[in-house]
């Protein structure tokens, strides 16, 4: 007799099958955001963290889902070829997992083939959903000029989400009219 796995393991699990299945297809189709099933894939406060460059977290799906958006645009307008292989997915208990990708592109440029070793983390809430994905590692790292501008993209989508939600920003500290933690920085 198989028992079934409490509704939050179930839906982690679907949540890992569809990053598994679908982040191959990123620079071809964008970030899937719902599973198979029409649930939603990401926690609405989902926060992306990006501690190794020293960049700001962010926090609320919109943000996220328009930062992967822009990450995308960015780098096919960069690289021909573009590809994403998942190299290994590793369960560290039922809320955390890490996933090894390798990216590769063709500088539209130069014409040189380039390879990046990536690792993420993503920690589920309660729900299944994922609530945390973190950049662990991008080995070789991107040079400065690219995390500054990295940096001057996320600000602005900050900035355009602040105006959505009628954000004042009071020197640095930043204060919300509407959901606090869609389109926080931290």
Not at 7 to 13: C, S
Not at 126 to 149: D, F, M
Not at 174 to 182: E, F, I, L, R, T
Request: aromatic letters at 6%; a positive charge.
């Amino acid at each position: 007799m198989r028992i079934p796995l409490p509704t939050p393991l179930n839906h982690a699990g679907r949540a890992i099958n569809t990053l598994n299945e679908t982040l191959p297809q990123f620079f071809h189709e964008g970030l899937v955001d719902i599973l198979p099933n029409g649930a939603p894939l990401y926690s609405p406060h989902v926060q992306l963290r990006l501690r190794q460059f020293s960049l700001p977290s962010l926090r609320g799906r919109g943000v996220y889902m328009r930062s992967a958006g822009v990450l995308r645009v960015v780098f096919v307008a960069l690289h021909a070829d573009t590809s994403v292989v998942v190299k290994g997915v590793s369960l560290h208990d039922h809320r955390h997992v890490h996933m090894g990708l390798i990216v590769n592109g063709t500088n539209r440029l130069t014409q040189q083939r380039y390879e990046w070793d990536v690792l993420f983390r993503y920690a589920f809430d309660e729900a299944g959903l994922v609530s945390t994905h973190e950049v662990l590692r991008i080995h070789p790292p991107p040079t400065t000029s690219v995390v500054e501008g990295l940096r001057a993209v996320l600000a602005g989508l900050i900035r355009e989400r602040n105006k959505e939600r009628g954000v004042v920003a009071c020197g640095g500290a930043k204060a919300s009219a509407g959901d606090a933690n869609d389109g926080e920085v931290r």
